[in-house]
């Protein structure tokens, strides 16, 4: 089987996705011919990179007009190059990025797309996903039927492959390139934590931690673990935190491996966000909430002296190992 | 600056679903419906728009009869137009299909629009992608996950976000731009709004209004074959004891035992 997968890189560093979409690719079939799609302006260098974390082959547009991404520019360019490529399966990242392009390809093909996986495979022969739907309160089995077959795999989902492969390099040429919409300016974000949406342990705060001054505790538990930092729907329409922290159903829906919600009571809408996090962590000064039904670990107690403690029983625990 | 925004009813956010989820399904039977939280971002947007750069704000849904109640919520917030598309031919469509029967609608409109708003996903399949394949059928560019915008002459320039950070996007117009939360702060109805829209007569338009032969369009690329409800998770530990026994026994057991700090 010949599988694409749409690489990511931002400032000049391959995303982590990317090589979580190669152990999917895997996944999918181990012998499969796993092809790297990597599009930009200086991005050759890269491909070293990408062969080390199991990319068969790089097939790399380096061109100057394509430099900035455009969702039409490259998604005309890609849909153009499967064509000519005919990969059996095409995977995207369920990222910023990844939900933009990938369906803007598959249009391009006239194909439809498994949006924001959790798990493929395959069965008979056609690519399968499971997705959660209603932001996780349920998951749908899907099976995709048109060719190729596409689907976008959501941050977390598969570790990062580690396995080296060639890494032949193909260069593909951006042809008559033509861009509508062009990305002119990223601009980072103040902070240097990790994102909510693609942070492998998020610490999250909710309406028990009393204002938004007292989210320093949040953070500096966040900081200790370097972890993201969330926060539910009532802090966020307080104004206490970025609508961008926001877990839940109109917010981010987010599979960590570890999810410490501090002061969260946990409506139907929260839980659905997070229910998927491998492990998930509650304090809470009330027993009866629900947010305790879906945790491993729940501490019940006054968020304003555990959330310092376990903060305190990390650094202790970095100190004793070193 | 005349806007077309999308509009789709989904069930209220606090419905237990996985309480509905059995034999492979979601029965859906007497939920609540509401307009999809991030469409009402995007009607805001329209509206701002209008107020900045003058135009109209026409809504497009396509469903089922019951769809007629969201439009007309959206209408009483001060949009111009509705036209709802009805056809029991488009009742089991996918994202292309869907996007197919918007743009043939789109297309039968007195004006061509100048913006086509809609939210980045419907919070009920969860797929985000009938804006984008529109964009496409229309041979539009799009912006998604977009947090700002400002009007510059025939572009817009746009702020989405994205993985720590926003990334800024000129495109030229018209072009479609699917809303996130955190574009803007959503109005409510006013009672003079409510009055006005109950007099209000929404246009629907079958197959034939729209000029779409329904066997034209591409079947359901992606097929749903099961819902089940999330599995339950296993009874989780309550740590008793002091603050800080209790916080060096999670540390112990999130190192040791779930080996993922």
């Known amino acids: 089987m010949h599988i694409w997968v749409l690489a990511e890189a931002r400032d000049g560093q391959v995303k982590r996705i ?51 991404y455009s969702p039409d520019g490259w998604g005309n360019l890609l849909a153009r190059l499967a064509r000519e490529d005919r990969p ?106 990790p994102d909510v949406a693609e942070a492998d342990i998020i610490v999250s705060g909710g309406r028990g931690m009393a204002g938004p001054e007292h989210f320093a505790l949040i953070e500096a538990l966040a900081d200790t673990l370097g972890a993201a930092v969330g926060a539910s729907r009532a802090v966020v329409d307080a104004g206490w935190r970025p609508h961008g922290d926001q877990v839940g159903q109109t917010g981010k829906t987010v599979s960590p491996s570890l999810y410490i919600a501090c002061g969260i009571s946990g409506a139907v809408q929260h839980l659905a966000g997070m229910k998927t996090s491998k492990y998930i962590v509650a304090i809470n000064k009330d027993p009866e909430a629900p947010i305790f039904s879906v945790a491993d670990y729940g501490i019940v107690g006054d968020v304003f002296e555990v959330v310092p403690a376990v903060t305190e029983a990390v650094r202790a625990l970095r100190a004793a190992n070193g | 600056m005349n806007t077309v925004v999308l509009i789709k009813q989904v069930p209220d956010t606090a419905t237990r679903i996985q309480d509905r989820t059995a034999k492979g399904r979601v029965d859906l039977s007497g939920v609540t419906w509401v307009v999809n939280p991030y469409d009402e971002y995007a009607v805001e947007e329209a509206l701002r728009i209008k107020a900045a750069h003058g135009g109209t704000v026409t809504l497009i849904a396509l469903g089922p009869e019951r769809v007629a109640s969201a439009l007309k919520d959206m209408l009483a917030l001060g949009a111009d137009e509705a036209v709802q598309i009805v056809d029991p031919a488009f009742d089991d469509l996918g994202a292309q299909g869907t996007a197919a029967v918007l743009a043939a609608a789109i297309g039968k409109l007195p004006a061509p629009p100048d913006m086509i708003w809609a939210g980045w996903k419907g919070v009920d399949d969860d797929q985000g992608l009938v804006p984008i394949y529109l964009a496409h059928a229309l041979g539009l560019p799009h912006v998604s996950f977009v947090v700002q915008v400002a009007i510059d002459g025939g572009r817009a320039i746009v702020q989405r976000e994205v993985e720590g950070g926003k990334e800024t996007v000129t495109t030229p117009l018209p072009a479609v731009f699917t809303a996130q939360k955190g574009l803007n702060e959503v109005r409510y109805a006013s009672l003079k709004g409510i009055m006005a829209v109950k007099r209000k007569e929404i246009p629907a338009w079958d197959a034939a209004a729209i000029g779409v032969d329904p066997a034209s369009i591409a079947p359901r690329a992606v097929e749903t074959t099961e819902i089940t409800p999330p599995p339950e998770r296993p009874s989780g530990r309550i740590l008793g004891g002091a603050p800080s026994d209790a916080a060096r026994e999670l540390v112990r057991l999130l190192h040791e035992e779930a080996k993922v700090i």
């Open chain 1, 88 to 193: 059996d399966v095409i995977l995207g990242g369920a990222t910023a990025r990844g939900r933009d392009l990938t369906p803007r390809i598959a249009a391009g093909l006239g194909v439809g797309v498994a949006s924001d996986a959790v798990e493929v495979g395959m069965a008979a022969g056609r690519l399968t996903a499971v997705r959660p739907i209603y932001a996780g309160k349920a998951l749908a089995r899907v099976v995709v039927h048109s060719d190729p077959q596409i689907a976008t795999i959501r941050p977390n989902s598969y570790p990062p492959c580690e396995r080296p492969a060639a890494g032949t390099v193909v260069a593909a040429d951006a042809g008559d390139y033509v861009a509508g919409a062009v990305v002119t300016h990223l601009e980072a974000a103040a902070s240097t934590r």
């Open chain 1, 18 to 68: 990317s090589y979580e979409l190669v152990t999917a690719a895997r996944a999918l079939d181990d012998s499969a011919d796993v092809t790297a799609v990597l599009v930009g302006s200086g991005v050759g260098p890269l491909a070293g990179d990408l062969a080390a974390h199991g990319a068969d082959r790089v097939l790399l547009v380096d061109d100057v007009r394509a430099a900035q």
